[in-house]
Each structure stands twice: as structure tokens, then as C-alpha cells.
């Protein structure tokens, strides 16, 4: 008996197409571009600082592409991660100091608002209440 070829499948290679040619094409004019902002004492940086300055929200929406999704926080002594150390004291400092104030204090300058209805009628019509008709 024959063996059974595998079928290639119809078309160009994966990789060989017109688009690889255009990529490979557009990185390399990129880099040199680049290059060029660097000799004339405009490095990225400072390119994507002045844009940044000029469109942070669009700036950083275009520049989201390009940078992992996934960021790891848990490194010690990163500014996000002592910027959460921070916040979460306060809120632990003022937690506490809820807990030991008294009721009575934190509702001296509070009103009381009556929202009973006048009459029955009223609260018939109110949305979400079912009609006593």
C-alpha cells in the first residue's frame, strides 16, 4: 500500500508574503528614523515626553499597544506599589478613628428628613409601589 502524502495547503508560505515585506520595511525606516531624531539631540524619550505633556490621554491610548497588558506590582520599593502602602495606612488611620469616635458626635450636625407621604393617595402613585386600587 501507498503511504498517504499529507495535502499542502493552497497559497505562500506563512511569512513570505507582500505584508512581511512591508513590516520588515516599515521597522527598518522606523529605527533609522529614530537614529536620526537621536543625532539631532531628539532621542524617543524626549520625543515621547513632548507628546505626552501635549496628549497624555491620547499619548498613552496609542502607546497602550505596545506594552504588556499584564504589570507585576509586587516588586518592594516601587513607586506604585509604596503609593498603595500609603493610601492603605490612611484609610487604615481614619477607619480607626471612625471606630473610636462616638455615634453621638459624628450625628449632632446631622437633619432628620421626614419622607412619609401626606396622604395615602400619594404613595399610590409613587414608582415601585404596587396601587392599593
Known amino acids: 500500500m501507498s503511504q498517504l502524502k499529507p495535502k499542502r495547503r493552497p497559497g505562500r508560505p506563512v511569512g513570505t508574503g507582500g505584508a512581511a515585506h512591508i513590516t520588515a520595511r516599515l521597522r527598518k525606516e522606523i529605527y533609522s528614523a529614530l537614529d536620526i531624531c537621536k543625532k539631532n539631540g531628539q532621542p524617543l524619550d524626549m520625543l515621547l515626553s513632548k507628546q505626552i505633556q501635549l496628549d497624555a490621554a ?42 473610636h469616635a462616638p455615634l453621638q458626635e459624628a450625628s449632632e450636625d446631622a437633619q432628620l428628613i421626614d419622607i412619609t407621604p401626606e396622604n395615602s393617595e400619594e404613595s399610590a402613585d409613587l414608582p415601585g409601589k404596587p396601587s392599593k386600587k
Open 58 to 99: 491620547g499619548t498613552l491610548s496609542k502607546l497602550s499597544k505596545f506594552v504588556p497588558q499584564e504589570v507585576n506590582i509586587s516588586g518592594e520599593g516601587s513607586e506604585f506599589s509604596l503609593a498603595l502602602g500609603e493610601v492603605a495606612a490612611r484609610i487604615a488611620e481614619q477607619n480607626a478613628i471612625l471606630r
